[in-house]
């Protein structure tokens, strides 16, 4: 019964983290996004300010469960249900970096997830679209962000891979899912000069993220880094 005993000292532990948590309030979330910036981001290679000071202000708390809080500023991905993931805040960041995005871009982005991202980049612009395919997740998303001013956000439940043609072109795209290549419908969807954030690769195999610039009408690879990301899926997989 060894591993029962451990099984309860680590909920019991989590349970705890969970109450001090609850007990600190903003202050205890306002230093932990505060290490998180210096340590996570800058002490790496984020560097735009915009997008540090995004980082900095979006309650990243508020868009994981209740129990894991205490963790949210953790370098690491976290669980948020439906067999989903938010990513580590440096990827977050990231990803925000290499989009390049400026006051009054349209961006959109794909995998809304927990919502997370959406809010960063709401940060930079008040101009952003987020699909997710899962319902549950996107009227938890869209809930979130209404909560937390950000009304101008806005979700769609759908196709991922059809991205948002009634709204294209846009001035960057994020995809916050692993495809095994870059989608037809999102390139064709982003202006000229426009940058596309997407990883790429299979479940269980090797992924890398890539940043891609429109130029000339043909996607050139400007980034690349290793990663680990849930995968694309369309309705019905």
Do not use: H, N
Not at 41 to 66: C, H, N, T, Y
Not at 115 to 144: C, H, K, N, S, W
Not at 164 to 171: G, I, K, L, Q, S
Request: glycine letters at 10%; charged letters at 20%; hydrophobic letters at 50%.
């Amino acid at each position: 019964m060894k591993w029962k005993f451990i099984l309860f000292v680590v909920l019991a532990g989590v349970l705890l983290a969970a109450a001090w948590w609850l007990l600190a309030g903003e202050g205890s979330a306002a230093a932990a996004r505060a290490r998180m910036v210096k340590e996570q981001l800058q002490a790496r290679d984020i560097s735009d300010p915009r997008v540090l000071a995004a980082m900095g202000k979006v309650p990243r708390e508020r868009f994981v469960p209740a129990w894991l809080a205490p963790f949210a500023y953790a370098d690491q991905a976290l669980p948020i249900g439906q067999g989903q993931t938010i990513s580590q805040p440096y990827i977050v960041a990231l990803m925000s970096q290499w989009a390049e995005v400026r006051p009054g871009d349209k961006v959109l982005e794909v995998g809304t997830g927990s919502g997370y991202q959406a809010a960063v980049l709401a940060e930079l612009t008040d101009r952003v679209f987020t699909i997710e395919l899962i319902p549950e997740l996107a009227r938890q998303a869209q809930a979130t962000l209404r909560e937390l001013g950000y009304a101008r956000v806005q979700v769609r439940t759908g196709d991922g891979y059809a991205g948002w043609p009634e709204e294209a072109p846009f001035a960057a795209i994020l995809v916050t899912a692993a495809a095994p290549q870059v989608p037809p419908a999102l390139s064709a969807q982003l202006l000229e000069g426009g940058r596309l954030v997407i990883p790429l690769g299979r479940p269980g195999g090797l992924q890398y993220l890539k940043k891609y610039r429109k130029v000339k009408g043909e996607l050139r690879e400007e980034g690349s880094l290793p990663v680990r990301f849930v995968p694309l899926v369309k309705p019905g997989e």
